[in-house]
């Protein structure tokens, strides 16, 4: 599975951006996706999941009611709307593909795409 990230960019604190995911390759294997973060000097952490179907989502305490993942199936993308941004959202945001299960943990995932970097300024 290739995954291609985009979406990234400057926003100002309480703003609002749209992250999509494009997968090719072997999705009749009907993967779960999610996102994760990275920040400078941190670990990569999870921000959402979403089942194949697109009937179970998972968040991230720092994130919920303010994020949504979706999926469009058809077209083999997964989105992540993020509004009311903070500055500890800034991050590289990298989304990726489990073939086994719907996890929440990086080393679950099986296929990473190349990260897009938001930045939230205050």
């Known amino acids: 599975v290739q995954l291609q990230a985009c979406g990234g960019g400057l926003v100002q604190a309480g703003g609002s951006l749209r992250l999509s995911c494009a997968a090719s390759?072997?999705?009749?294997?009907?993967?779960?996706m999610g996102w994760f973060r990275q920040a400078p000097g941190k670990e990569r952490e999870f921000v959402a999941a979403?089942?194949?179907?697109?009937?179970?989502?998972y968040y991230a305490d720092s994130v919920k009611g303010r994020f949504t993942i979706s999926r469009d199936s058809a077209k083999n993308t997964v989105y992540l709307q993020m509004n009311s941004l903070k500055p500890e959202d800034t991050a590289v945001y990298y989304c990726?593909?489990?073939?086994?299960?719907?996890?929440?943990?990086?080393?679950?995932?099986?296929?990473w795409g190349q990260g897009t970097l938001v930045t939230v300024s205050s």
């Open positions: 990726a593909a489990d073939l086994k299960r719907l996890g929440v943990l990086a080393y679950e995932y099986d296929y």
């Open positions: 979403i089942s194949w179907s697109g009937g179970t989502t």
């Open positions: 390759g072997r999705t009749f294997s009907r993967p779960s």
